[in-house]
């Protein structure tokens, strides 16, 4: 089976070392060394003004709402993976949809002004697959209204949009360390701030809201990040170049085996770097699942990211209409994420590629 996707397997000299100082020193959570370690390192990287860590890139965005005081009404798209309409419900506020972009596939800053009423009080965008949402028109809107902005950048670790970090953008930006993620620490997630004030309450709230031994000033949660997750994390972090390198590889192959292949479009992000999340073809309505039935035949497990709508869900307790939003409706049933990643191989892609011509020509 050729998965969707595969995670970096760190190391396991590299990781012994680093859990045998975690058994040495009896240190496994709450702020261990390893935590901080992988911290500095990430907001090195990422350039980041300020970073947290946290054990998931669900738990970000609802810490990250929940900081900015964000309970009534939020502004945000349903063509993305469940978490991020949950993280909203989790946080206490109300997930208001609009549509996406019929190119980019992010919310479309143009739908996001008639959304907004007296309860609005965020912008909850999604840079999905790395493609990067309007983030000058929606930062023009929230000023203009008083919004906060928070995007998930669950698909979008370490990239850059015209050439500025992309965590640069919005009061914080989310991430997810999943395994399924390129920079991955087994379960895992950050949330970036771009502001000290944020910052600090993030890190109360993200212990229980204790400031010191006897003083609880928040009613905060658990989403430390555990020592081992975050040994997991450094021993990745050395493998992360190489990855993103066969990434990059096996993007031009995908993009020469399948071009020419009557109606595939592909999604990527312009004036941005690539960040190795996934790769992503658009296919008509009427072909979508047959294609991935074909390539399941073969062994080949693409994946419907993201299917259904997350306003499609019954269980939400508010009724949305998918007609609202007709363009993350049709893209619902139009996406297919191909395998992604250093497993993939040049036989892998022949094989796909003369899968899609078959389905699709
Ligand atoms: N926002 C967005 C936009 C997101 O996409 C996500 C997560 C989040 C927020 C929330 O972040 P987290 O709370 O998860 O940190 C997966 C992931 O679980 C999820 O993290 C991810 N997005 C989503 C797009 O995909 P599934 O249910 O599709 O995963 P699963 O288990 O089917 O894995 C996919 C394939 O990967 C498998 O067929 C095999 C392979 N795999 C998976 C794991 C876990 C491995 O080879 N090894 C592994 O350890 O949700």
Redesign the pocket.
């Given at each position: 089976m050729l998965?969707?996707?595969?995670?970096i397997a760190p190391d396991l000299e590299t990781l012994s070392r680093y859990l045998k100082g975690c058994i040495e020193q009896r240190r496994f959570t709450n702020g261990g060394p390893l935590e901080a370690t992988l911290e500095l390192r990430l907001r090195e990287l990422l350039s980041a003004r300020h970073l947290c860590l946290v054990t998931?890139?669900?738990v970000a965005?609802t810490l990250a709402l929940t900081a900015l005081g964000i309970r009534g009404q939020v502004i945000t798209t349903p063509f993305?993976?469940s978490?991020?309409t949950h993280a909203i419900i989790h946080a206490g506020a109300e997930e208001v949809f609009v549509d996406v972009d019929p190119v980019t596939l992010t919310i479309d800053p143009k739908l996001i002004e008639a959304a907004i009423t007296p309860e609005t009080e965020a912008i909850v965008g999604?840079h999905?697959y790395g493609i990067p949402c309007a983030v000058d028109e929606i930062s023009a809107i929230a000023k203009k209204h008083g919004l906060a902005v928070i995007y998930?950048g669950?698909?979008a670790f370490n990239m850059t949009y015209r050439g500025t970090p992309i965590g640069r953008f919005g009061d914080a930006t989310t991430y997810?360390?999943?395994?399924?993620k390129l920079f991955h620490t087994a379960?895992g997630?950050a949330i970036e701030a771009n502001s000290s004030d944020l910052a600090e309450r993030l890190r109360l709230l993200r212990n229980f809201g204790i400031e010191s031994e006897d003083v609880i000033t928040a009613c905060g949660t658990n989403a430390k990040m555990s020592e081992v997750s975050a040994a997991v994390g450094l021993a990745v972090l050395d493998l992360l170049g190489a990855e993103y390198d066969a990434r990059a590889k096996l993007r031009s192959l995908y993009s020469d085996a399948l071009k020419g292949i009557p109606d595939i479009r592909f999604l990527e992000a312009k004036e941005a770097s690539d960040a190795g999340s996934y790769f992503i073809i658009y296919v008509p309505v009427s072909k979508r699942d047959e294609l991935q039935n074909q390539l399941r035949q073969s062994g080949i497990?693409a994946?419907r990211?993201f299917y259904p709508l997350t306003s499609e869900g019954a269980y939400l307790g508010r009724q949305h209409d998918h007609r609202a939003t007709p363009i993350a409706f049709e893209a619902s049933r139009s996406v297919l994420a191909l395998p992604y990643h250093g497993g993939v191989t040049e036989q892998h892609v022949a094989l796909i590629a003369e899968i899609a011509r078959r389905v699709l020509g």
């Open positions: 998965f969707v996707a595969r995670p998931n890139g669900t965005i993305t993976f978490a991020t999604v999905v998930d669950a698909h997810s360390f999943h395994a399924t379960e997630g497990l994946r990211y």
